[in-house]
């Protein structure tokens, strides 16, 4: 591990899947299911343990929580800049996930979706054609 918790890879995802199948080249059943009562399928393996994430967190909140008392860390910040920089975090962040989006073309807007209107009822023939 690399001192960081996240087990080499700098992802930033908690947990990791256990045999990928598109890299998986060794069976070509894919990954097997449990055949006993005792054994579990597992597909996730957790990078990082939740003790580890709670006590980062914990201590991250703590130092934070403590430099708020002190007038060296109260620094003016113009608040586009402050946005800009949010925005550009936030599109690296996201670049792995919006890329596996478009891959299996999964759009989240629905811009340019096909819209469905439905089986069309035939309101104008109002049951009129039935022989009662």
Not at 23 to 47: H, N, Q, V
């Amino acid at each position: 591990m690399d001192g960081s918790g996240g087990g080499g890879d700098s992802s930033g995802s908690i947990a990791t899947v256990a045999v990928d199948p598109e890299l998986d080249l060794s069976s070509d059943a894919g990954a097997s299911l449990p055949t006993r009562g005792s054994d579990e399928f597992k597909p996730f393996i957790r990078r990082l343990p939740e003790f580890k994430f709670w006590y980062s967190m914990t201590k991250a909140f703590c130092i934070a929580f403590l430099m708020t008392f002190f007038s060296v860390f109260d620094v003016p910040v113009f608040w586009p800049i402050l946005l800009c920089c949010w925005v550009v975090l936030f599109f690296l962040t996201m670049r792995r996930q919006i890329s596996h989006m478009i891959k299996h073309n999964y759009i989240p807007f629905s811009i340019g979706k096909q819209k469905y209107s439905g089986r069309r009822s035939s309101a104008s023939s109002g049951g009129a054609s039935r022989a009662d």
